[in-house]
Nanobody
Framework: VQLQASGGGLVQPGGSLRLSCVAS????????MGWYRQAPGKERELVGS???????NYADSVKGRFTISRDYDKKTVYLQMNSLKPEDTAVYYC???????????????WGQGTLVTVSS
């Protein structure tokens, strides 16, 4: 299983970016997809997640500004980031909890990370 994230870059404060992450490989089901971020010198933190058939969950720091969505057919999760602030600068990682076979165990997988820099 591989997770490929894309969409990071440099954006001015107040701007927007959209991150994408697509899962590929041997996948029976994806139970949950989400995004984490890690700023320089800080621990990795949850940005938000979206379980299959469930409601989204966001960190307080991004509520009202970020939106997570999924395309189930494309095995893709998106992170729409609006009203970006300098403190949103971080490497953003997607993750997914995946079953590779029916009735098998589920495992968490990570993407490679994509850098988002918010600066004027």
């Amino acid at each position: 299983v591989q997770l490929q994230a894309s969409g990071g870059g440099l954006v001015q404060p107040g701007g927007s970016l959209r991150l994408s992450c697509v899962a590929s490989g041997r996948i029976f089901s994806i139970n949950l997809m989400g995004w984490y971020r890690q700023a320089p010198g800080k621990e990795r933190e949850l940005v938000g997640s979206i379980p299959s058939g469930g409601s989204t969950n966001y960190a307080d720091s991004v509520k009202g500004r970020f939106t997570i969505s999924r395309d189930y057919d494309k095995k893709t999760v998106y992170l729409q980031m609006n009203s970006l602030k300098p403190e949103d600068t971080a490497v953003y990682y997607c993750n997914a909890v995946i079953n590779q076979v029916l009735s098998g165990p589920s495992y968490k997988y990570w993407g490679q990370g994509t850098l988002v820099t918010v600066s004027s």
